[in-house]
């Protein structure tokens, strides 16, 4: 059915700055934390809308020390097969049917460019836009991910949301009573990551 994101990171998910001493060069990795972070979709069917999660999120990201910093590098991994609506006959049908994560385990993103940040109402904050390569079902295609970020020397966190559409992926669009659900699918994220020493 969907794929996050991913979401997000995302999708995701990997962000850009951190807060470091002035005149250091090297870049600063974060890694994520899995026990503070999720990717969701939600999901529109013909007789009721319906919610995906998973906490199963992998991960790192390097930032530039620049003014702002830059991302350097991210790479997010999504364990497919950990998705769950709360049906379990539906999570079946997911996991095999749509998502096939036998042959497609992961959901996996990487980000190479922070585009337009702009500062939020406080300090450490941004809005961002994100642009990476989201890879579902085996097919891989550009995204732009906005997202709130918040950075502080030792932990990073960013939340967003983007619109995915499963037929870009190459995923069959489910039926109930012969009625297809919509292809568009919504993929948000909360992730936290913290300084990688």
Do not use: C
């Amino acid at each position: 059915m969907s794929r996050m994101t991913f979401i997000l990171g995302l999708i995701g998910v990997a962000f850009l700055h951190g807060v470091a001493p002035a005149g250091q060069d090297n870049p600063i990795p974060f890694r994520i934390d899995s026990a503070e972070s999720r990717v969701w979709f939600d999901a529109d069917a013909p007789l009721h809308s319906f919610r995906g999660e998973t906490r199963q999120i992998t991960g790192y990201f390097t930032l530039r020390q620049s003014s702002p910093p830059q991302l350097a590098e991210a790479r997010v991994t999504i364990d497919a097969a950990s998705l769950e609506t709360g049906n379990a006959e539906r999570d079946t049908d997911m996991r095999q049917d749509f998502l096939e994560v036998g042959r497609f385990p992961t959901i996996e993103f990487r980000g190479d460019e922070v585009l337009t940040p702009r500062p939020a109402a406080n300090d450490g904050s941004w809005d961002v836009i994100l642009h990476g390569q989201l890879t579902v079902h085996g097919i891989t295609r550009d995204v732009k991910v906005p997202m709130a970020v918040n950075l502080a020397a030792e932990r990073a966190s960013a939340r967003g949301q983007i619109h995915l559409d499963m037929r870009d992926y190459h995923i069959r669009v489910p039926r109930l009573l012969l009625i297809p659900m919509k292809s568009e699918v919504l993929g948000g994220f909360e992730v936290v990551a913290r300084r990688d020493r």
